[in-house]
Structures are given as C-alpha cells and as structure tokens.
C-alpha cells in the first residue's frame, strides 16, 4: 500500500540520501550541497513556516519524498504551493506514485496556486505535469543567493 507522510527526524539519512541522487542525476541542472541537503533536512523536519516535506511508503518501505514551498504571487494574487521537489527510487517510478503526490497536494491545499519548474530538455516530467493542467510561464526566473 502506497502511504504519504510528514519527514521526521528519523527520516534524515534516506531523505539526504534520495536528495543526493536527485540533485546529481542529469535531469537537474544544479548539484546542491551537503549543507543544502541538511539544511533542507532540518526545515522540513522542524515545522518551517516555509517548506514541508513528505516521504513515500510502499508497505513500510521508503521509495522517495516530496518537498513543498509556500509563498505569495502577485502576478496571480494568492498564496503559492512550489512542489519543489518530487523524487522516486527508480524501481518504482511508473507505478503512479508521482501522481498521487500530485492528487494529495491538490487535495491539501485546494483553494492555493500550484507552481513548479523543471528542465525543458526533462520532456517526461514536462508532459507529466502538463496532464496535470500545469502550463508553461514565458519567462527566466533569477535568483540570487548570499554564500
């Protein structure tokens, strides 16, 4: 049986371990780091105001995590939900557990704008969400980030 549940602090080595080959397969542009993967470790599990994060079970089996990111849009005029990060251990991904993840965000959060990003060469995950109604922005996001 495929379970959804809040990361705990039990959860630390597998979760950094599945945030590790997430950010070092070639479907994601940037690496991470170590302290990222803590720090991203460390918000999800203490009840951030910002980011949750989830981890998937089959039966009692850990097979990937979610992470989610709130914030508010002008440009849409409500409170945002980025589904920041959505990983599957690949011998189980195209059993429909990214789109569970997906429906149980929906279901969540029903009344806030959904928002993600992903590579455009990562045609896959691209379709997903666009059977999901996402549509594609025609513009650069930038960042900036204090090292």
Same mark, same amino acid.
């Given at each position: 049986?495929?379970?959804? =549940?809040? *990361?705990?602090?039990?959860?630390?080595? *597998?979760? *950094?371990? !599945? !945030?590790?080959?997430?950010?070092?397969?070639?479907?994601?542009?940037?690496?991470?780091?170590?302290?990222?993967?803590?720090?991203?470790?460390?918000?999800?599990?203490?009840?951030?105001?910002?980011?949750?994060?989830?981890?998937?079970?089959?039966?009692?089996?850990?097979?990937?995590?979610? !992470?989610?990111?709130?914030?508010?849009?002008?440009?849409?005029?409500?409170?945002?939900?980025?589904?920041?990060?959505?990983?599957?251990?690949?011998?189980?991904?195209?059993?429909?557990?990214?789109?569970?993840?997906?429906?149980?965000?929906?279901?969540?959060?029903?009344?806030?704008?959904? =928002?993600?990003?992903?590579?455009?060469?990562?045609?896959?995950?691209?379709?997903?969400?666009?059977?999901?109604?996402?549509?594609?922005?025609?513009?650069?996001?930038?960042?900036?980030?204090?090292?």
């Amino acid at each position: 049986m495929f379970t959804i =549940r809040k *990361i705990t602090a039990a959860d630390k080595e *597998i979760f *950094i371990n !599945m !945030m590790r080959k997430f950010y070092n397969s070639p479907l994601v542009i940037t690496n991470g780091s170590e302290k990222i993967f803590e720090d991203n470790f460390k918000n999800c599990s203490s009840g951030s105001n910002f980011v949750e994060g989830f981890i998937f079970c089959v039966d009692d089996e850990i097979i990937g995590y979610g !992470m989610l990111a709130k914030s508010y849009s002008t440009e849409f005029g409500g409170e945002c939900i980025w589904i920041e990060d959505i990983f599957i251990e690949s011998e189980y991904r195209g059993r429909g557990y990214g789109s569970k993840f997906i429906e149980f965000v929906k279901e969540i959060y029903p009344d806030k704008i959904l =928002r993600l990003e992903t590579e455009h060469e990562n045609l896959k995950a691209l379709n997903f969400y666009k059977n999901f109604g996402f549509k594609e922005l025609p513009y650069l996001e930038l960042f900036l980030v204090k090292d």
